[in-house]
T-cell receptor
């Protein structure tokens, strides 16, 4: 069945470091891919998405490229800030399904 | 204006009690969801409603019963609460199905003693 695998956390970085959070997926066809972010004490909110192969989603300095050949959607940011500390979820939507499949989440902590 | 709201924000109760969590969205969306997030942050879909009709009912105990009185509301009633029900419950909504952006509520933190 459809699934999403994220890198295990937690991830701790210094401010201005480069961030990569890996996400790979298993699905038939051409799913849509998402990154959601959950700040402490809050619900999830959409960070970015890509709906077809080679699309790049971007928002708030974060980017992720839909790579069908490697079934990946890795999240990157060139220079993280303390305010980026949160839990990041990769998610997949498959045509015909009625829901998103979420990864297990990766906790990021950015220290000054 | 709050897009997706849940009440209560915190809920502490004894085993065996019955409790309800309410959810309302003012976005005009057709589809609403309930998720359960455990202590390790794992997020699992429980129910999904589209235009007041149940379209997803994952394997959850039948002690959990969703009720959608109208498109803007999806409430979750839980009977005979158990320790394992302790978690954060999130309501969400989307327009036209799951491929669209889902908007999440702030969560209800349930602790069963």
């Amino acid at each position: 069945g459809d699934s999403v695998t994220q890198m295990e956390g937690p991830v701790t970085l210094s401010e201005e470091a480069f961030l990569t959070i890996n996400c790979t997926y298993t699905a038939t066809g051409y799913p849509s891919l998402f990154w959601y972010v959950q700040y402490p004490g809050e619900g999830l909110q959409l960070l970015l998405k890509a709906t077809k192969a080679d699309d790049k989603g971007s928002n708030k300095g974060f980017e992720a490229t839909y790579r069908k050949e490697t079934t990946s959607f890795h999240l990157e940011k060139g220079s993280v800030q303390v305010s980026d500390s949160a839990v990041y979820f990769c998610a997949l939507y498959q045509t015909g399904a009625n829901n998103l499949f979420f990864g297990t989440g990766t906790r990021l902590t950015v220290i000054p | 204006d709050t897009a997706v709201s849940q009440t209560p924000k915190y809920l502490v109760t004894q085993m065996g009690n019955d409790k309800s969590i309410k959810c309302e969205q003012n976005l005009g969306h057709d589809t609403m969801y309930w998720y359960k997030q455990d202590s390790k942050k794992f997020l699992k879909i429980m129910f999904s409603y589209n235009n007041k009709e149940l379209i997803i009912n994952e394997t959850v105990p039948n002690r959990f019963s969703p009720k959608s009185p109208d498109k803007a509301h999806l409430n979750l009633h839980i009977n005979s609460l158990e320790l394992g029900d302790s978690a954060v419950y999130f309501c969400a909504s989307s327009e036209g199905g799951a491929t669209r952006t889902q908007y999440f509520g702030p969560g209800t933190r349930l602790l069963v003693l």
